[in-house]
């Protein structure tokens, strides 16, 4: 079992409301990830980042921003949620030496009405 | 997908069969790797092989690798109820994040 933790879990909010996903690992990974998932369909790669300070966008256009000021630590922050947003949302980590293999955490699953 | 394909996208067997999934790509890897999604959970690592080798086993699977075809199999020998989930393969090509495919829906029946 990985030691990467998210919540919430699930999150049904209203249009228009700010919202932060918490991703927190303990396993002293420098490389952490964020993934977005409709049901049934492929990750698509929305943020990453290589180590504290350091943060990037992914493939994926997001509207949400990142942060990384601790190494455990790597929140998602929608500042005004939409409908289009709902979606499921993965957090993982790796570590940054040796091969590039992913612990994720349970995932988001977020609900904009 | 622009990165690659995996087939098929569902499948459905009885508890003892094997289950083959197939993952293509087209860009060169330093390595592909497997993953399991039960649903609503996030991915769990299942097997690595690097570009330089051939198979690898581990337990009950068996993932090949054909670098001239840019293809990969995995293979669940005698499937359980158990192993009812989606199952990804993620290309390692260097950049900044593995590239997952679309995944393959595996469903076994009791």
């Known amino acids: 079992e990985a030691d990467i933790y998210q919540t919430p879990r699930y999150l049904v909010i209203g249009t228009g409301k700010k919202i932060t996903l918490e991703c927190s690992q303990t396993?002293?990974?420098?490389?952490m990830y964020w993934y977005q998932q409709d049901p049934g369909m492929e990750l698509h790669l929305i943020h990453y980042?290589?180590?504290?300070?350091?943060?990037e966008k992914g493939d994926l256009s997001s509207e949400s921003t990142v942060s990384r000021i601790r190494t455990e630590h790597f929140p998602l922050t929608l500042e005004s949620a939409r409908p289009s947003h709902t979606s499921q949302y993965l957090c993982?980590?790796?570590?940054?030496?040796?091969?590039?293999?992913?612990?994720f955490g349970a995932g988001t699953r977020l609900s904009v009405l | 997908s622009q990165q690659g394909e995996e087939d098929p996208q569902a499948l459905s067997i009885q508890e003892g069969e094997n289950a083959t999934m197939n993952c293509s790509y087209k860009?060169?890897?330093?390595?592909l790797q497997w993953y399991r999604q039960n649903s609503g959970r996030g991915l769990v690592h299942l097997i690595l092989?690097?570009?330089?080798?051939r198979e690898k086993h581990s337990g009950r699977l068996r993932v090949t690798l054909d670098t001239s075809k840019k293809s990969s199999s995995l293979l669940i020998t005698a499937s359980r109820a158990a192993d009812t989930a989606s199952y990804f393969c993620?290309?390692?090509?260097?950049?900044?994040?593995?590239?997952f495919g679309s995944g393959t829906r595996l469903q076994v029946q009791p």
């Open positions: 993982a980590s790796s570590a940054s030496t040796g091969l590039d293999i992913q612990y």
């Open positions: 396993m002293g990974h420098d490389k």
């Open positions: 980042s290589y180590g504290v300070n350091s943060t």
């Open positions: 860009t060169s890897i330093n390595n």
């Open positions: 092989i690097r570009s330089n080798e």
């Open positions: 993620a290309r390692d090509t260097g950049r900044r994040a593995l590239t």
